[in-house]
């Protein structure tokens, strides 16, 4: 007879998401929204001697809505508030963000799984809030996706990235 494995609830505080600011990836902490959508893109058809229509994903427009509390001293929060305030558009506008997943490896592990892809960022909203000032938007993507491994050496406050060799 097969072994039972325990299966646990996935906590979304494992996922945990990196912004390149200099030659670091700093933690994005502070965020009260960072969820993802794939928005895939289907082609889809019928053929004549057939009754359905048939869909197949042929790619995606991932976007991360986000939303955040400024806090002072806060490298992400400093480069988002910028690109907001001084609507700052094209090139200048895309960050870097690295999600590291947590949820396979030891508490303290010094490296884990992840993904690095350059966003653009949209803001939308600044101020929403009456008890901090909230800035939110959505980060689009402008590159693939490239996966890796981060490596952290303070506990996950900062990491770096290598690419997976293909």
């Known amino acids: 007879m097969a072994e039972t494995v325990a299966q646990k609830l996935v906590g979304r505080h494992k996922c945990l998401a990196f912004m390149g600011i200099g030659d670091a990836f700093l933690r994005m902490t502070g965020f009260t929204s960072l969820g993802t959508s794939k928005n895939p893109k289907e082609?889809?058809?019928?053929?004549?001697?057939?009754?359905?229509?048939?869909?197949?994903?042929v790619g995606y427009a991932e976007s991360i809505g986000y939303a955040f509390d400024r806090?002072?001293?806060n490298g992400v929060?400093?480069?988002?508030?910028?690109?907001s305030d001084d609507e700052i558009?094209?090139?200048?506008?895309?960050?870097?963000?690295?999600?590291?997943?947590?949820?396979?490896?030891?508490?303290?592990?010094?490296t884990a799984p992840a993904r690095l892809r350059t966003y653009s960022?949209?803001?939308?909203?600044e101020g929403d809030s009456t008890d901090a000032l909230t800035y939110s938007g959505n980060f689009k993507a402008?590159?693939?996706?490239?996966?890796?491994?981060?490596?952290?050496?303070d506990g996950w406050k900062t990491c770096s990235f290598e690419k997976t060799v293909e």
């Open 121 to 125: 960022t949209i803001p939308d909203a």
């Open 77 to 83: 929060h400093a480069k988002l508030a910028e690109i």
């Open 43 to 57: 082609y889809s058809r019928q053929y004549v001697d057939e009754q359905s229509e048939r869909s197949d994903v």
């Open 71 to 73: 806090h002072t001293n």
């Open 89 to 110: 558009v094209g090139t200048d506008a895309q960050v870097k963000i690295l999600t590291v997943d947590l949820s396979e490896v030891d508490a303290t592990a010094t």
């Open 142 to 153: 402008a590159s693939e996706k490239t996966k890796g491994t981060a490596t952290t050496t």
